[in-house]
């Protein structure tokens, strides 16, 4: 895939000397300050139409996301992850005694909130029991006890904080005493269910699974990548280490699982630093070069690109995109992901050029805090360009 990419640039140059000039003076316009990374390819013909400094390393912020995302979907059981299950540890007596405990697994639900604890409810409600011997009880070993994102790089201070990681979720974690929060809730919903724990010690014989829930995988990616979701984005990270090396998931696991698949899909260790799932860290490092293997990689799949291309904002619609490009004839006809940190902004999309052939932009800026708008602007307008004159 590697050489691939350079027998394209090497080989293939669709636009004229003039037309070139003409990109090459627009990002002239921007302070010399600033650090360039860009690729734009016609996926339609396997063609490189533009490119500049592909190698450069740049912070990409949120762009960091899409790898997430990529590597989630390349795990071959991805569709059975987030799932909540419910079990009872012993029989139902005819009584509607149940003579064991309730036993919630959680395995990282980041949706998981009122109406799903509800619905447990609902679930044992439906089972006839009215009074649990035992315990409730949080089964949380699908993750260790780590709670911290994936890595925190030595004296770095986050411009951005995540909630706890953990495999029990609730309302995104957001109250430092979630666990208790919930356990709280669940006590409230079912005595108003008229269902009683006696919480009693009662040592389990075994589990017998009466429910599940499973949330839409692709509403939680698609949350992710068009709302930037930086806490969605450390738990699918670590659900990858989880789902491939086995539990309790762990951060190495994680770390170890992505090497694996950057390495799959061709992108060397030296030309990538990935140090969370979200790309909140300024320790990051991408260009564009790695951002195309990757997309090559996912294009070549046209029933996963398909999938994944629905996980983008669309321009001057939702997301992150929501507000960029709203004078512009690609209102709604751009789909991408935006990166953006102090003086960090990054644009990766897809889209149909005037002459209908499928286009896609990598444009990563790195400058001052001062020129985050004109870079922004610069993105746009080269996009526009591609789209009017390709």
Known sequence: ???KLFLLISLTFLFNFAQKSEIDKMISEIPSVTKTSIIISDFSKDKIIYSRNIDKKIIPASIV???TAAMFLDLPNSENAFKTSIFISDSI??????NGNLIIVFRANPLFDEKEARSIVQAIKNLGIKEVRGKLIFDESYFDSDSAKIVHQKGE?????VPPISALIYKRNRNPKFRFELHEFFKSEFAKNGIIFKENEIESKGKILISEIKPNVDEILAKMLKESDNFIAEIVLKICGTEFWGIPGENEKSISVRNLFLSKIGIEKNSIRLVDGSGISRHNQISAKSVFQLIEYLHSNSKKWERFVNFFSISGIDGTLKNRFLDSELKGKFKGKTGMLFATSALVGIFT???GDEILSIILFETDGNNSDKVNNLQEKLVEYFYKNY
């Open 1 to 3: 895939m590697v050489n």
């Open 65 to 67: 996301k899409i790898f």
């Open 93 to 98: 007596f005819p009584n509607h005694q149940l």
């Open 157 to 161: 201070k986050d411009n951005l904080k």
């Open 353 to 355: 050029s005037k002459n």
